[in-house]
């Protein structure tokens, strides 16, 4: 099992980018109050993500091969190798991350 959360806060983020992006086809589609739920969602989620507050996981199965259980390293030090991936760290709420992924401050405030 391989924990996704801190990956999820950004992913959130840039789905939020690309939906405001698109607010007009959005709010003539689905409606202003629709459009106005699923940005705050949107944004909650991904601070709720990146504070702790909630996670999201993935498991990885194997299907068996010839009557033998499937080939898979029996750790995962492969993926979790920290002398040259950095760790996860919480977004810059304050600053930064805002212009990272393109969300400007007055609309995700005021919009």
Avoid at 58 to 70: C, G, M
Wanted: aromatic fraction near 10%; charged fraction near 25%.
């Amino acid at each position: 099992m391989e924990d996704l959360r801190p990956h999820y806060a950004l992913t959130l983020l840039h789905w939020m980018n690309r939906f405001e992006a698109r607010a007009e086809e959005v709010i003539e589609a689905a409606g202003a109050d629709c459009y106005r739920v699923w940005r705050l969602y949107l944004g909650g989620m991904a601070h709720a993500f990146d504070r702790g507050g909630l996670s999201v996981a993935q498991v990885l199965a194997y299907k068996p091969v010839a009557n033998r259980p499937a080939p898979r390293p029996w750790i995962r030090d492969h993926q979790y190798n920290f002398s040259h991936a950095p760790l996860a760290t919480a977004l810059e709420w304050e600053r930064g991350i805002r212009e990272h992924v393109g969300i400007n401050d007055a609309v995700l405030i005021h919009g």
